[in-house]
């Protein structure tokens, strides 16, 4: 069994270094966080889209020709797309609703305002909660 650090020293030149994805894919998720629609979605929609932006940052950070990164992004916007239907949004939701979720309102009062954003620049990768140039 190959150790942590073994495995994170192979993954790197695919995924790109960790503090850089970090920092990209945190940044491109708040963005997210920010649009008028983030309120409208539910779990499963997020969690695609959280994925997605994920994927992103490997692809942008890493290796841009690792085609795993570019089928992972298909495959959850997929499963994004699944979660549409009115049959498949109710089962999924249904497990939420019955654990009181808060946080999933299938017709918020308000849409939240976008609010301004830069991505990360290289000094930014220090493992860290938020970029140095986030403007929030």
Known sequence: MESP?????SHEPTHGD???VGATAQTLKRILHRTPNWELLNPAQREALEMDMTKTARILCGNPNEVDHWAD?????????RSCSHKDNQAI???ARRLGEAAYT???PTKPAAVPFTLPTKKDTVLSQEPANAKI
């Open 5 to 9: 650090d073994a495995i994170i020293k």
């Open 73 to 81: 992004k298909a495959g959850y916007a997929t499963l994004g797309a």
């Open 106 to 108: 299938p017709n918020p």
């Open 93 to 95: 939701m249904e497990p």
């Open 18 to 20: 960790f503090a850089t």
